[in-house]
């Protein structure tokens, strides 16, 4: 992986940490996120413009990965929102992010029949996935299975296995674009732009009928303005990344660096209780995060 790369997951973790926390600390509904995903596609919107030339002349399996690519973000929000409201940021910010690093290799191998990720970087993923075991305990004795049987788990794993679809989709369609001789700055450019509009073609009507919230009550508009930014701002950088690397495996792996800035907000400013096993899960999460990022 270039250091390009590895700068833009950076940063892009560090978006993506703080629009969680605004969808945290100001309003668990679907209702936000769609606001937020209207009004950030408005702001991106001209970056679509710029190349409607090369957009309008994919081809039509492009099209219909956008409309899978805007299913599953749909599922990732709504998922994403219903756990926020269960759940603690430090518990279900980890989780949700930790788990599509499984989640997507394997998605990767039964898509393509092969992968390129080596015993170590499977060793890395694992202990991710160690650590976010240990994310629901409030200590080691009271281990029970029925701690991970609970509405916020199961949110979590709605937003974890729609992020892993996304992944790939998108992968894929990013490819298609740059195959039509499209930047890799402009196809992702204009990607997230598409993306947002297509997540919003299942997540309005879902919004209403699904869930009976009115759509006309605008959430604080700041705070909605800003967290449509950070999400539109966030993916765009993680998708001219993927253009940099030769597995979307390592782009999903490395962005989870976000997870302990994730827990650290929810702790230092939110003012949320963390216990030794959560702690010692983070740890062996950073853990396999370096291992990754050094085979990545």
Request: glycine share 10%; hydrophobic share 55%; charged share 10%.
């Amino acid at each position: 992986m270039t250091p390009a790369a590895i700068g833009l997951i950076l940063v892009s973790a560090l978006l993506h940490a703080g629009w969680n926390l605004i969808g945290k600390r100001t309003a668990q509904t679907v209702r936000f996120y769609a606001w937020a995903m209207g009004l950030g596609m408005l702001m991106f919107s001209p970056l679509l413009f710029l190349v409607w030339s090369e957009v309008v002349e994919l081809p039509a399996e492009f099209w219909w990965l956008l409309l899978g690519s805007g299913l599953c973000q749909t599922l990732y929000l709504t998922g994403l929102a219903k756990a926020y409201r269960h759940g603690n940021l430090n518990l279900v910010y980890p989780l949700a992010r930790a788990l599509p690093v499984l989640i997507v290799p394997a998605v990767v191998l039964i898509t393509y029949g092969q992968s390129q990720l080596r015993v170590q970087d499977l060793f890395g993923m694992g202990l991710i996935m160690f650590g976010s075991l240990a994310l629901p305990l409030g200590c080691w004795r009271d281990w029970h299975w029925r701690n991970y049987c609970t509405p916020a788990i199961g949110w979590v794993l709605l937003a974890a296995g729609a992020t892993a679809g996304y992944s790939v989709l998108d992968s894929a369609a990013i490819g298609l674009m740059k195959a039509q001789g499209m930047s890799a700055f402009g196809a992702g450019s204009s990607f997230v732009v598409l993306q947002a509009a297509a997540c919003l073609l299942w997540m309005l009507p879902l919004v209403r009928w699904g869930f009976g919230e009115s759509l006309r009550a605008l959430p604080d508009l700041g705070w909605t303005v800003l967290a449509g930014v950070f999400i539109i701002g966030t993916y765009l950088l993680i998708l001219v990344s993927m253009s940099m690397v030769a597995e979307v495996s390592y782009v999903v792996a490395l962005r989870q660096v976000s997870i302990p800035l994730g827990v650290l907000i929810g702790v230092f400013w939110l003012q949320e209780s963390i216990s030794l096993p959560r702690l010692q899960g983070l740890c062996l999460m950073v853990l396999g995060l370096v291992l990754v990022s050094l085979q990545a």
